[in-house]
């Protein structure tokens, strides 16, 4: 399972927690906001996993809460 995220520190608990069920996990650090850094995270996900099954976008956006 990838993980990626801008928060290192997330992005690396949540793939540790995921080696500790025994799962393979890769963590991936990136700037999701920029096309060409989302363009690099699928190439280093397919090169460690060969493809991608499934993609949860969990993406929040932080703003002016009304």
Do not use: H, P, W, Y
């Not at 989302?38 to 280093?44: F, R, S």
């Amino acid at each position: 399972m990838a993980v990626a995220g801008v928060d290192k520190e997330g992005v690396d608990r949540t793939a540790k927690e995921i080696l500790e069920m025994g799962c393979k996990a890769f963590a991936v650090t990136r700037d999701l906001t920029k096309i060409d850094s989302i363009k690099e995270m699928v190439q280093e996900i397919i090169a460690a996993f060969r493809r991608i099954d499934c993609l949860v976008n969990n993406a929040g956006t932080s703003g002016r809460v009304l």
